[in-house]
């Protein structure tokens, strides 16, 4: 199991992540986050010209996929 390093502690009081802490908690690259992003599958917002993805934004996602699994 990975180890947080100094601040990468996973905050549950934050309301929005950066692209990393989002790609972190789905268990993906980086790059994979920012393509789910610009496919507009997983929620984001620009705050000046920074990328933010609301906190519940990647367990919606995940909700998301399982019932389409379910659905087909």
Known sequence: MDTPQLGEV???????LTVEEAARR??????????LIRSGELESI??????RVP????AEYVAR????????
Do not use: E, F, M, N
């Open 65 to 72: 996929r399982r019932a389409s699994r379910r659905a087909a």
């Open 55 to 58: 906190a519940d934004a990647p």
């Open 10 to 16: 996973d905050d549950p009081t934050l309301v929005l």
């Open 46 to 51: 620009p705050i000046g010209s920074l990328r």
């Open 26 to 35: 789905l268990r993906i690259g980086r790059t994979t986050c920012y393509q």
